[in-house]
C-alpha cells in the first residue's frame, strides 16, 4: 500500500523540485527534522485547536486553528484537511479566513441532515459550522455561522452573523449536536471567565435559546475553553452510556499550562448534571497546585480536544483527537516551516471504577494499517526482553509499541527508557508504591528553547492485581502512552536529535514480568 501524498500541489511541487514559497524545497517538505509521519501537521504554518470535526460522505473532515501568514499565532483561520481512513490526510484550501476585523476562532460542524436551516435540502443537507467570531478592534467575542453546500470545499459565512451575541468580551468555542430524543440542536459554549459552560438549543441553527449552565466545578484556575458534549458507550456494552462534558483549561492543568478535563454525568437536552460518584481519588502529584479534576490526559501534550460529529450509527464509535502541545511553549518548538501537531485519532469508551466512571482512550484501528515489521515476545524477564529489543535493531522512529506486565508488587518500581542518542533517552517509569506513571523529558533531547519544556510529569495509574499494560505510539517528536487501555493517557512531545534508538526495560524492587511485547513499526502516513 503506498501512503498517499500530502497534496496535488505538494506532488506538483515534488515532480519539478521547485522552490516553495516559504523558502523550503518542495521535496524537503514532510522530510524536515521532527515533522511527523502519522500525526497531522499542516504543510506549513501555525495550528493549534482542531475545530468543525465532522464526518460526511466517507470523509472524516479536520479543520483547524490556522494563521495563513506565518508560524505564530495570529490571523486565526480556519484549515481544512480530509481523510478517509483516519490516518492519511489530504490537505484542502483555507475554509474561512480573517475577514473585516473578525479572525475565526474555534468551533464545529454538523451535517444539517434535515436542512433544519434551510442552506441545502434534505437530499443534498447542507454542512454548517458555528464558530467564534474575534473581534480585533473591540473587546468581542460572538457566535458566527457558516456553510457549505458542496462537501465542505467552499464554505459561506451567513449573513445574518452573529447568530448569537451576549456582548461579552469572552464567549467562545460552540459546539453543536443534534439531540434525538428532544429533536433539536443543541450548543455547548464557554464562558472562559466565569469559568461556566453555557447550554443553548436552537429548531435550525439559526436561533439559539439558553437553557442551562454548568460550573465553575473542578479544575477551575485556568480559563474555560473548546467544550464538548456527548454520550459515550460503557466499556463492553453496546447500548449503555452515560454523557460526557469535556471542558479544557487553558492553565492549571496536572503537568503545568493547558489541559483537558471532563465530567461523567447526564444531559436532559437542557443541561448538564454531573454523577457524583464519578470524583478524582487523587490530586496530580507534580504540580502540586493543580486541583483534583478528571484528566483526560496527564502529560502536556494535549489540549482542545474535541470529537468528530455524525460519525455513521454503523461504525458507532465516539472519535476525537487533540492538538498535541501547550500553551505554555507551543509558540516555541523548534519546528519549521509548520508548528504544531494533532494528536492520533483516539476512540473513547468509559470504564467503571470504584470511583465511578473514567474515560477510556484508544488510538483508532486504523492506525495498524500503517505497521510494517511486526515482532513478539512472550513470557520473558526484563533483562531477557531488553536483549531481545537490542536483537531487533533500531526500530526507528515510527513505533507502535504494547509491552503487558504481571507480578508488580507494592515496591515494584518499573522503567522502560527510550534511548535516543548517547546520553539522551525519555524515560518512562510506573512506581506501585505512589500509583504513578511518570515520564520524563529531562533527557529527552531539544529541551532548551522553553524553561518550561524539561520537565517529569506524573499521572495516576490503578494497578490492579499486579498488572500494567502499555500501549506506546512515538513518532518523529512524540511519546503517546495509553496504560491499562487507556484508563491513564500521557501525550508529550520530544525532540530527539537523532541518535540510535534502543528500548531498555528494568526495574527496582521486585522485578514483575513480561507477558507480552509486540513491537511494531510503522511507515509514514505522509510524503512519497
Ligand atoms: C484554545 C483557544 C480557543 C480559541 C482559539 C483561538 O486554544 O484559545 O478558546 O477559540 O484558541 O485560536
Not at 479543520?63 to 481523510?83: A, C, E, L
Not at 461579552?168 to 455547548?188: L, N, T, Y
Not at 477551575?220 to 483549561?249: A, M, Y
Not at 461523567?264 to 464519578?278: L, W
Request: with cysteine; glycine share 8%.
Amino acid at each position: 500500500m503506498h501512503p498517499r501524498r500530502p497534496s496535488l500541489l505538494v506532488s506538483a511541487l515534488l515532480a519539478i523540485g521547485s522552490i516553495t514559497s516559504s523558502g523550503t524545497h518542495a521535496a524537503e517538505l514532510y522530510r524536515e527534522p521532527w515533522r511527523p509521519q502519522f500525526h497531522f501537521t499542516p504543510e506549513r504554518n501555525w495550528m493549534n485547536d482542531p475545530n468543525g470535526m465532522v464526518y460526511h460522505r466517507g470523509e472524516f473532515h479536520l479543520f483547524y486553528q490556522y494563521n495563513p501568514f506565518g508560524d505564530k499565532w495570529g490571523h486565526m483561520s480556519w484549515g481544512h484537511s480530509v481523510s478517509r481512513d483516519l490516518t492519511h490526510w489530504e490537505p484542502l484550501p483555507l475554509a474561512l479566513a480573517e475577514e473585516n476585523g473578525v479572525m475565526i476562532f474555534s468551533g464545529s460542524a454538523v451535517v444539517d441532515h434535515g436542512n433544519t436551516s434551510g442552506f441545502g435540502t434534505r437530499r443534498e443537507p447542507p454542512m454548517v459550522a458555528l464558530y467564534t467570531g474575534h473581534h480585533t478592534t473591540r473587546p468581542l467575542q460572538n457566535q458566527h455561522l457558516a456553510y457549505s453546500t458542496d462537501l465542505g470545499r467552499t464554505w459561506t459565512k451567513y449573513a445574518g452573523n452573529p447568530v448569537l451575541d451576549l456582548g461579552k468580551a469572552d464567549f467562545r468555542d460552540p459546539k453543536v449536536s443534534w439531540h434525538p430524543a428532544s429533536s433539536q440542536w443543541v450548543m455547548a459554549v464557554s464562558l472562559p471567565v466565569e469559568r461556566q459552560i453555557a447550554f443553548y438549543t436552537s429548531p435550525n441553527l439559526k436561533e439559539w435559546r439558553r437553557t442551562g449552565t454548568f460550573g465553575p466545578a473542578g479544575s477551575i484556575k485556568g480559563i474555560w475553553e473548546c467544550p464538548d458534549l456527548f454520550p459515550v458507550l460503557v466499556e463492553g456494552s453496546r447500548r449503555t452510556s452515560k454523557w460526557v462534558l469535556i471542558v479544557n483549561v487553558g492553565s492549571g492543568a496536572p503537568a503545568g499550562g493547558s489541559g483537558c478535563q471532563y465530567f461523567v454525568g447526564e444531559f436532559d437536552g437542557q443541561t448538564f448534571r454531573p454523577d457524583p460518584r464519578s470524583q478524582p481519588v487523587t490530586g496530580p502529584a507534580s504540580n502540586p497546585s493543580a486541583e483534583p479534576a478528571l484528566w483526560a490526559d496527564w502529560s502536556t501534550d494535549f489540549y482542545a480536544a474535541v470529537s468528530w460529529s455524525d460519525v455513521p450509527q454503523r461504525d458507532g464509535r465516539r472519535l476525537w483527537l487533540g492538538w498535541m502541545s501547550n500553551w505554555e511553549y507551543a509558540q516555541d518548538v523548534p519546528t519549521s516551516p509548520w508548528r504544531s501537531a494533532m494528536t492520533v485519532p483516539r476512540m473513547l469508551t468509559l470504564r467503571e471504577t470504584p470511583s465511578g466512571y473514567r474515560l477510556l482512550q484508544q488510538p483508532v484501528r486504523e492506525l495498524e494499517s500503517l505497521r510494517t515489521t511486526s515482532s513478539r515476545l512472550r513470557r520473558a524477564s526484563l533483562a531477557e526482553a531488553t536483549t531481545w529489543l537490542s536483537g531487533l535493531g533500531d526500530p526507528g522512529a515510527l513505533v507502535d509499541l504494547t509491552a503487558e506486565f504481571e507480578g508488580l508488587k507494592s515496591d515494584t518500581s518499573l522503567s522502560l527508557r527510550l534511548h535516543t542518542g548517547p546520553g539522551e533517552s525519555t524515560l518512562l517509569q510506573c512506581d506501585v508504591a505512589r500509583g504513578r506513571l511518570i515520564v520524563d523529558r529531562t533527557r529527552s533531547g531539544r529541551t532548551e528553547f522553553h524553561a518550561k519544556f524539561p520537565a517529569v510529569h506524573e499521572a495516576p495509574v490503578r494497578i490492579v492485581e499486579g498488572r500494567l499494560r502499555l500501549r506506546l505510539l512515538l513518532d518523529t517528536s512524540s511519546v503517546e502512552v495509553f496504560a491499562q487501555d487507556g484508563e491513564t493517557v500521557t501525550s508529550t512531545l520530544v525532540f530527539p536529535t537523532g541518535g540510535d534508538r534502543r528500548f531498555e526495560l528494568s526495574a527496582t524492587g521486585t522485578a514483575p514480568t513480561l507477558k507480552r511485547l509486540e513491537l511494531h513499526r510503522l511507515r509514514s502516513a505522509v510524503g512519497r
